[in-house]
């Protein structure tokens, strides 16, 4: 699931969980060069994805309380 259409419709859950597994991968060694490149990429995008997410809930948790405090 590498394609970056299908990684904006991982939920923050989907791509928390498919990040631990290739941090688990990278922490386990045994993988050549270029396959830990690759997962190091994927890691990337995977923590931009959570980011989005988490950014998004903030926004959301301040604007709630904008709109209590007014």
Do not use: F, H, P
């Not at 590498?2 to 922490?27: C, F, H, I, P, W």
């Not at 994927?42 to 994805?49: D, H, M, P």
């Amino acid at each position: 699931m590498t394609d970056v259409k299908n990684d904006q419709r991982l939920s923050y859950e989907q791509a928390r969980a498919e990040l631990a597994q290739v941090v688990e991968k990278l922490e386990a060694g045994g993988t050549s060069l270029e396959e830990s490149l690759a997962l190091w990429e994927r890691g990337e995008k995977l923590a931009e994805v959570c980011q989005r997410w988490l950014d998004g809930a903030r926004a959301r948790i301040d604007a709630a309380r904008q709109s209590a405090d007014s």
